[in-house]
T-cell receptor
């Protein structure tokens, strides 16, 4: 079975600074990978996903993520953070050929943005 | 409404009581998922429906938890003899089809507090 870790519980960045949120997974083959964002009082929103193909994935709100098989990682990046990006970010991993019931969510990274 | 709707948004109940949590998915979405999110954790899968039937209920923690979706649209998560450990945010999500290529849309959740 797959698993996922997010090593950083909380990160604080200044507005305008670059951002990288780490995600590591464990799975025997190429998994499905997702990043979701959860703003206070809101439901989770999909930022981007990777199934196959180009390892650099572009998402919404200016986010991107890179799948690195050799490092079992799928880190989320943004070149310039806005105050509205303050939220909880979840990485998730799924097994190809299965549905969302088999998708495992990481514990999340809380992002604070300093004006 | 255009999104997934969950009611109530907050529910406080006493230990031992019965509670029902409701989810209205996006119209036309055949797959519906329930998750539980404890503080500082990512969503944890409980059960999912494909149409009216429960396709996978392996995430339900014990037989105090039950969910229905009688007409293939609205779903109700039912918890009997609530315990303080049941306190969490219960999330509902729906997708057009039960495949990861079909985006998952989350509701804002129901925060359940058992006193």
């Amino acid at each position: 079975a797959q698993s996922v870790t997010q090593p950083d519980i909380h990160i604080t960045v200044s507005e305008g600074a670059s951002l990288e949120l780490r995600c590591n997974y464990s799975y025997g083959a190429t998994p499905y990978l997702f990043w979701y964002v959860q703003s206070p009082g809101q439901g989770l929103q999909l930022l981007l996903k990777y199934f196959s193909g180009d390892t650099l994935v572009q998402g919404i709100k200016g986010f991107e993520a890179e799948f690195k098989r050799s490092q079992s990682s799928f880190n989320l990046r943004k070149p310039s953070v806005h105050w509205s990006d303050a939220a909880e970010y979840f990485c998730a991993v799924g097994a190809p050929g299965t549905s969302y019931d088999k998708v495992i969510f990481g514990p999340g990274t809380s992002l604070s943005v300093i004006p | 409404g255009a999104g997934v709707s969950q009611t109530p948004s907050n529910k406080v109940t006493e230990k031992g009581k019965y509670v029902e949590l409701r989810c209205d998915p996006i119209s036309g979405h055949t797959a519906l998922y329930w998750y539980r999110q404890s503080l500082g954790q990512g969503p944890e899968f409980l059960i999912y429906f494909q149409g009216t039937g429960a396709a996978d209920d392996s995430g339900l923690p014990n037989d105090r938890f039950f969910a229905v979706r009688p007409e293939g649209s609205v779903s109700t998560l039912k918890i009997q003899r609530t315990e303080r450990g049941d306190s969490a945010v219960y999330l509902c999500a729906s997708s057009l089809m039960a495949v990861p290529s079909s985006p998952l849309h989350f509701g804002n959740g129901t925060r359940l507090t058992v006193t």
